[in-house]
T-cell receptor, first 110, second 111 residues
Framework: EDQVTQSPEALRLQEGESSSLNCSYT??????LFWYRQDPGKGPEFLFT???AGEEKEKERLKATLTKKESFLHITAPKPEDSATYLC???????????FGAGTTVTVRA | DADVTQTPRNRITKTGKRIMLECSQT?????MYWYRQDPGLGLRLIYY???????NKGEISDGYSVSRQAQAKFSLSLESAIPNQTALYFC??????????FGDGTRLSIL
């Protein structure tokens, strides 16, 4: 069974204080690893898809990386508007569905 | 206008009532999904549909049913609601090998 574990559960940062979120996974052949951002009262918003170990993707202050066992979401010099819950999900190569982690809630203080 | 629209956004009801949650999309995607989100558990798949004639159970389908009325519409029903079905419910859509896109959810409380 596919498993996704995200850590930490919550992260409080000062504005400008860079940090990383971890997503550890076990899957029988990875088709893709997905990062989403979720704001309170909203649905998850797609950020990135990573397909193979060594791949990296960037968007503004966010950078996602992938190894064979985990993915990191690096937040560089965060701003208060980066406050959100970040969700990680994996899709197995022989499956249709996404398996989600419980998320990391990031709070950035000005 | 939102690409994936869920109605209602909030619903409070009583144990034993029949509830229907609706989802419509303007993205033209073939695939539609229903998830529930509970604190600390992440999103879990209830049902999914790859086209109008294709309906499949997800990992937690017991107590739920769905109907795909058209390519753009996918509804979720709770035939006889129970308190442990209190959760956030999300509809998502996608095309094959593309990321899923989510609606803003329905907050359902069952008393």
């Amino acid at each position: 069974e596919d498993q996704v574990t995200q850590s930490p559960e919550a992260l409080r940062l000062q504005e400008g204080e860079s940090s990383s979120l971890n997503c550890s996974y076990t899957v029988s052949g990875l088709r893709g690893l997905f990062w989403y951002r979720q704001d309170p009262g909203k649905g998850p918003e797609f950020l990135f898809t990573l397909y193979s170990a060594g791949e990296e993707k960037e968007k503004e202050r966010l950078k996602a990386t992938l190894t064979k066992k985990e993915s990191f979401l690096h937040i560089t010099a965060p701003k208060p508007e980066d406050s959100a819950t970040y969700l990680c999900a994996v899709q197995a190569s022989n499956d249709y569905k996404l398996s989600f982690g419980a998320g990391t809630t990031v709070t950035v203080r000005a | 206008d939102a690409d994936v629209t869920q109605t209602p956004r909030n619903r409070i009801t009583k144990t034993g009532k029949r509830i229907m949650l609706e989802c419509s999309q303007t993205k033209g995607h073939d695939r539609m999904y229903w998830y529930r989100q509970d604190p600390g558990l992440g999103l879990r798949l209830i049902y999914y549909s790859f086209d109008v004639k294709d309906i499949n159970k997800g990992e937690i389908s017991d107590g739920y049913s769905v109907s795909r009325q058209a390519q753009a519409k996918f509804s979720l029903s709770l035939e006889s609601a129970i308190p442990n079905q209190t959760a956030l419910y999300f509809c998502a859509t996608s095309n094959p090998n593309q990321p899923q896109h989510f609606g803003d959810g329905t907050r359902l409380s069952i008393l």
